[in-house]
Nanobody, 124 residues
Framework: VQLQASGGGLVLAGGSLRLSCAAS????????MGWFRQAPGKEREFVAS???????????DYADSVKGRFTISRDNAKNTVYLQMNSLKPEDTAVYYC???????????????WGKGTLVTVSS
């Protein structure tokens, strides 16, 4: 499985960006996907996750710090997961990584594959 994240860049505080993560493989829809981020000098932290799409699923979860500002979604036809980021703050500056979980639902230690990150810089 290969994951390719894109969409990062430099944006002013209050602005928006949409990150994309394209995944290889034919069973993309069966697995939960997620986004993490790592700011300089800090540990990687959870941002958002979305479960598989079967059975009316696609449930989402967010870190408290991004609730109401970020939205995770997936397009199974394109094997792609997105992270729409609105009302960006300087503290959102980080390298953002997408991950595919080992199962249909996101679990704390269930990240199985990681993509290379994409840098998001929010200036004040």
């Amino acid at each position: 499985v290969q994951l390719q994240a894109s969409g990062g860049g430099l944006v002013l505080a209050g602005g928006s960006l949409r990150l994309s993560c394209a995944a290889s493989g034919r069973t993309f829809s069966d697995y939960a996907m997620g986004w993490f981020r790592q700011a300089p000098g800090k540990e990687r932290e959870f941002v958002a996750s979305i479960s598989w799409s079967g059975g009316g699923g696609g449930s989402t979860d967010y870190a408290d710090s991004v609730k109401g500002r970020f939205t995770i979604s997936r397009d199974n036809a394109k094997n792609t997961v997105y992270l729409q980021m609105n009302s960006l703050k300087p503290e959102d500056t980080a390298v953002y990584y997408c991950t595919r979980y080992s199962g249909s639902f996101a679990t704390t230690r269930g990240m199985a594959y990681w993509g290379k990150g994409t840098l998001v810089t929010v200036s004040s």
